[in-house]
């Protein structure tokens, strides 16, 4: 009762962000996003979603999603996410998500859609396009309008999202009258960016398949050696500050992530360093910076009924938020609410 009543009366403005339960999470979606909203829940009311009406935009194995359903939300708990002040929440449990984005679908013109970037690449994949996959955005624009999120932390490649999404909360507020809270387009300062170990022009994503490009967060240790002992570098003998390759450049990235040096601290470090005593150390950083957060995982899903107990009170916490946000908009497009 004393967690409920502090979430209610919270006066944190409230951060509302997503991931898709596909692929395995990596240390590029831990450096990048995890450890900067495990940073964020001290200071707003934070709501964290697992997207797997999302992730079915484009086909899912059904045992697979929903295995990676839980391993996501188990690592969003082993990264540090505390369920006392933070909401995880699965999406689909939560049904007032694909409800709102029937709604907005409503107001969402064609062309706008038809416009976005993501859809387009994704589109140009695929044999046959599911509808799905074109009203993705007006899915996650109700996953942050539901909430009146003010703040959405998101990387660089969900942009055009957030700003479709202020774009349809705009028109609805100027068809409807003032209903939603317009989210903010600036991001706080976002973690570190984590491009590929196989490919260091390109950041490390989930949906790469490459055995050498991203390491996972529940690697095993001698993996994690081998794949970071692997990682593209460059021809020069050693680490040279004035010549840095993005392959080098984004091991270090990595090394200084986890351990928290400071730049003259690397410098001084790393200076003239081969490349193969470089990666050593950078694979050591990793190993032990992963540690604490694989015996966590193992200690939640050894814990029977744990998780499941958690995605339900997170469900129950944000439902009523979410349900009166639905009824206001039904209200106000003159739906059938009594
Ligand atoms: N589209 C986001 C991504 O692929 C995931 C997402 C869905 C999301 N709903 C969201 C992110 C709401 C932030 C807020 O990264």
Redesign the pocket.
């Known amino acids: 009762m004393k967690e409920a009543l502090r979430y209610y009366f919270s006066m944190k403005p409230r951060v ?5 339960p596909t692929g395995n999470l990596h240390i590029g979606n831990y450096l990048g996003a995890l450890k900067n909203w495990v940073r964020l829940q001290h200071d707003y009311e934070c709501v964290f ?1 697992i ?1 797997d009406l ?1 992730a079915i935009t484009v086909y899912q194995d059904p045992a697979e999603l929903r295995a990676k359903i839980d391993q996501t939300a188990a690592l969003f708990l082993a990264a540090g996410i505390d369920p006392a002040i933070s909401s995880i929440v699965v ?1 689909s449990t939560v049904p007032a998500h694909a409800e709102l984005c029937w709604l907005l679908t409503c107001v969402t013109p064609l062309g706008w859609l038809e416009r976005m970037t ?1 859809f387009k690449d994704k589109a140009a994949k695929q044999e046959s396009v599911g509808d799905g996959l074109l009203q ?2 007006v ?2 624009a109700a ?2 309008l539901l909430y009146q ?1 003010r703040v ?4 660089e ?2 942009t055009q ?2 700003e479709l999404t202020r774009d349809i909360a705009q028109r609805f507020n100027s068809l409807y009258g003032e209903t939603f809270v317009m989210p903010e387009t600036k991001l706080p300062a976002v973690g570190a960016r984590i491009m590929g170990l196989d490919d260091p022009t390109k950041k490390m994503s989930k949906s790469e398949t490459g055995a050498y490009h991203a390491v996972g967060l529940l690697d095993p240790p001698d993996l994690i050696r081998r794949k970071i002992m692997r990682a593209t570098t460059d021809s020069l003998p050693g680490v040279d500050f004035d010549n840095l390759g993005p392959g080098v450049q984004n091991l270090l990235t990595i090394f200084q992530a986890f351990t928290g040096w400071t730049d003259e601290q690397v410098r001084s470090h790393f200076a003239g360093m081969r490349y193969g005593e470089l990666k050593k150390t950078v694979a050591e950083a990793v190993v032990a910076g992963l540690e604490p957060i694989q015996q966590r995982y193992r200690e939640i899903t050894s814990e029977p009924g744990y998780l499941k107990r958690v995605l339900r009170e997170s469900a129950e916490r944000v439902a009523p938020i979410a349900n009166s946000t639905v009824r206001l908009v039904k209200e106000r497009m003159g739906i059938y609410t009594d």
């Open positions: 509302l962000s997503g991931i898709q979603c997207v999302h999406q993501q993705y955005p899915l996650m996953d942050i999120a959405v932390p998101v990387g490649d969900q999202h957030l």
